[in-house]
């Protein structure tokens, strides 16, 4: 029937018979599309979530008692830029269906598939996503949060009641429209509607939540432009031939890369805003096309905001040591959670030791690099939360644990048991941070970097008081 269908539809369409070899691929006729769980900061959360937590979130003899979030926001629009350039794909498609109907410059092998080339033909630009609406959360962003609100509720009813509480909850986000949609989206999945709770007052500089902004030496690092390992990937010979290998696909000797970007990003967009459907322009690329531009994205990230850099690694001191100071303590909020963006999400993985490779990700190691642990698909797609559980166990030696999540899925640190990690562990294994200036810590301003505040040290004091 699907065929009839699909002969119909060519003969209506005037369309001529496009032969292709049989093991071209078909990306309307792939029904596992794994590439889809490959588009780095942009991939779907609900293609990439992990299903384990059952078998995760149960500590025997012990009692879930406080929980620490910070949550990125959930699917957006694009930046002003793209949305500007978005009609431009148009013209591509007409490019594209002119190459293969009229200049028969379709390649005889790795060609579109006539399901892919109709859906391309038939695509159109939205264009009531206008300028002003940039990177505003969408309605599957609204709903990737409200999910995740309601299924971490759903495995810890006692620590997140359904009755709204601004002693018990703390909520905050920074100064942007998806992240106060993402606080709306999760409150309502927690406590029905989104109206009932409160956030926090955002300070005139967010050091906790947007501490980059304030950073000279943050952005002043060199993480993509000449010289870097994100640099010398898009000059590379792989690089270079993918490029070429996307452009005959299309028809097309050669092509720009602003425009096989634009395209990328729209497919990934595009399959973001509605995970339950494709979108054609994720057919332009061949599922090992999408592989070595994930490792693009890797890259430029690695550098950006994890291991690429030591200083990285010291860079979110704020939100560990407010992580450590308000699961250590006994009296509310017992639940905080924080709605953010990708690079402090990014830096917080980081400054933890979270999926660190041995090898440094580099230019020229992509072939021995595809079992790497720094892949920000799965680490910090649209909606990424990291969640620390706390847990009492009164009847164990050790009576305070905590389990670690990352969308979903128990952490596994080579220092706990199976995901599982004693308090005490915790404490000394982030002592250095919770000890430190974080004014000094990473944005040096003359003193020795890593000196201990009168404040810091009081924390501590107060840490180890609770603790005895």
């Keep these: 029937m699907r065929l009839l269908l699909l002969t119909t539809l060519l003969a209506l369409l005037g369309w001529e018979q496009i032969d292709a070899a049989e093991n071209d691929y078909c990306f309307g006729k792939d029904s596992e599309r794994l590439q889809t769980r490959q588009f780095s900061s942009k991939t779907a959360y609900q293609i990439v979530k992990s299903t384990n937590i059952d078998k995760q979130y149960q500590v025997p003899n012990c009692e879930p008692k406080k929980m620490w979030i910070f949550h990125r926001h959930g699917t957006r629009l694009p930046t002003a830029n793209t949305i500007k350039e978005a009609p431009r794909l148009e013209e591509l498609r007409d490019l594209i269906v002119r190459n293969y109907r009229e200049l028969r410059t379709k390649p005889d092998t790795d060609a579109l598939c006539q399901e892919d080339l109709i859906a391309i033909k038939m695509w159109k630009w939205n264009a009531s996503i206008t300028e002003d609406m940039e990177q505003h959360l969408t309605r599957q962003g609204y709903d990737d949060l409200r999910g995740t609100a309601k299924l971490y509720q759903r495995y810890y009813p006692t620590v997140l009641p359904s009755r709204y509480n601004d002693t018990y909850y703390l909520f905050r986000h920074t100064d942007t429209q998806r992240t106060m949609e993402s606080f709306k989206g999760f409150s309502e999945g927690l406590f029905g509607e989104s109206k009932l709770a409160a956030a926090a007052d955002i300070p005139d500089e967010d050091l906790l939540l947007r501490p980059y902004?304030?950073?000279?030496?943050?952005?002043?690092?060199?993480?993509?432009?000449?010289?870097?390992?994100?640099?010398?990937?898009?000059?590379?010979?792989?690089?270079?031939?993918?490029?070429?290998?996307?452009?005959?696909?299309?028809?097309?000797?050669?092509?720009?890369?602003?425009?096989?970007?634009?395209?990328?990003?729209?497919?990934?967009?595009?399959?973001?805003?509605?995970?339950?459907?494709?979108?054609?322009?994720?057919?332009?690329?061949?599922?090992?096309?999408?592989?070595?531009?994930?490792?693009?994205?890797?890259?430029?990230?690695?550098?950006?905001?994890?291991?690429?850099?030591?200083?990285?690694?010291?860079?979110?001191?704020?939100?560990?040591?407010?992580?450590?100071?308000?699961?250590?303590?006994?009296?509310?909020?017992?639940?905080?959670?924080?709605?953010?963006?990708?690079?402090?999400?990014?830096?917080?993985?980081?400054?933890?030791?979270?999926?660190?490779?041995?090898?440094?990700?580099?230019?020229?190691?992509?072939?021995?690099?595809?079992?790497?642990?720094?892949?920000?698909?799965?680490?910090?797609?649209?909606?990424?939360?990291?969640?620390a559980v706390k847990y009492e166990c009164p009847a164990d030696l050790e009576k305070e644990k905590v389990v670690f999540f990352l969308n979903q899925n128990a952490v596994q640190l080579d220092w706990c048991k199976v995901g599982l990690c004693n308090w005490s562990a915790v404490l000394e294994k982030y002592k250095t941070i919770a000890q430190a200036n974080c004014d000094e810590y990473y944005c040096r301003s003359g003193a020795i970097a890593g000196q201990t505040s009168f404040l810091a040290t009081t924390l501590m004091a107060a840490i180890v008081y609770l603790m005895h």
Aim: hydrophobic share 35%.
């Design 213 to 387: 902004d304030y950073c000279k030496d943050f952005k002043d690092k060199n993480y993509k432009g000449v010289g870097s390992e994100y640099h010398k990937y898009r000059s590379s010979n792989l690089w270079n031939q993918t490029m070429s290998d996307i452009a005959r696909r299309l028809g097309f000797k050669m092509m720009g890369e602003e425009d096989i970007k634009l395209m990328f990003d729209m497919c990934r967009y595009e399959q973001a805003w509605q995970v339950d459907r494709t979108s054609v322009w994720c057919a332009a690329f061949l599922p090992e096309h999408v592989t070595v531009m994930e490792y693009a994205e890797d890259l430029k990230y690695y550098y950006g905001s994890g291991y690429g850099f030591e200083d990285n690694s010291r860079f979110n001191c704020r939100a560990v040591q407010d992580m450590l100071t308000r699961l250590s303590s006994p009296v509310s909020p017992h639940v905080v959670a924080y709605f953010a963006h990708s690079t402090g999400l990014q830096t917080l993985l980081t400054a933890l030791g979270i999926n660190k490779d041995d090898v440094p990700l580099r230019a020229d190691n992509y072939n021995s690099m595809t079992s790497r642990r720094w892949k920000t698909s799965l680490l910090g797609p649209f909606a990424a939360n990291f969640v």
